[in-house]
């Protein structure tokens, strides 16, 4: 199976920050890989496939970038908004899909 | 526009069974690839199983042997049968839509609370 480890598992930043997360996979997965953003008490929202590939209505300011075993998702002039836990997940193997352990971004 | 309404979750005890489903509106479940993922109190995102769009089903090793994964045609509704549950079964069930590959899910519904205790 493939393993997913996501670093840091929460970080402190303010509106304005630029942030970088961190997702290794335990074997190359050759960009097949979604992040998604999840807010307290619902479901997630998926931002980016492929690794790199903006989905349809999500802002500019979030981008992918990565190849291989490493992946990282970075959100530009960070919004009030994107305060949330984020997960990475791959799909280059199933059965199973998995996710990353989640990393909480939070407000300084 | 896609909805996905999930019901069925409630408090059962360790090695009952429970029945959940994800009624979808805006898109064809037996021509889509469903799922189920869920997320234990304060815990991240585990996925549970997958249908195909072909029916073929597929499902994490924790949960292989007691749940079990299907389609409502006549009612476009995807169903979870959850038996021998356990304590650590307890967490919020998530169903999740696809039209078609890859396996990333961009259409969701607002999970069902699911708590096993005795």
């Known amino acids: 199976d493939i393993q997913l480890t996501q670093s840091p598992s929460s970080l402190s930043a303010s509106v304005g920050d630029t942030v970088t997360i961190t997702c290794r996979a335990s074997?190359?997965?050759?960009?097949?890989l979604a992040w998604y953003q999840q807010k307290p008490g619902k479901a997630p929202k998926v931002l980016l496939y492929?690794?790199?590939t903006l989905e349809s209505g999500v802002p500019s300011r979030f981008s992918g970038g990565g190849s291989g075993t490493d992946y990282t998702l970075t959100i530009s002039s960070l919004q009030p908004e994107d305060f949330a836990t984020y997960y990475c997940q791959q799909y280059y193997t199933n059965p199973p899909l998995t996710f990353g352990g989640g990393t909480k971004v939070e407000i300084k | 526009e896609v909805q996905l309404a999930e019901s069925g979750g409630g408090l059962v005890q360790p090695g009952g069974s429970l029945r959940l489903s994800c009624a979808a509106s805006g898109i064809d479940v037996s021509n889509s690839y469903m799922t189920w993922v869920r997320q234990a109190p304060g815990k991240g995102l585990e996925w549970v199983s997958v249908i195909y769009s072909d029916g073929a089903t597929y499902f994490a090793d924790s949960v292989k042997g007691r749940f079990t994964i299907s389609r409502d045609k006549s009612n476009n509704t995807l169903v979870l049968h959850m038996n021998s549950l356990r304590v650590e079964d307890t967490a919020v069930f998530y169903c999740?839509?696809?039209?078609?590959?890859?396996?990333?899910?961009?259409?969701w519904g607002q999970g069902v609370l699911v708590t096993v205790s005795s």
């Open positions: 999740g839509a696809k039209r078609e590959l890859p396996l990333y899910f961009n259409h």
């Open positions: 074997q190359g997965i050759r960009n097949s």
């Open positions: 492929r690794g790199t």
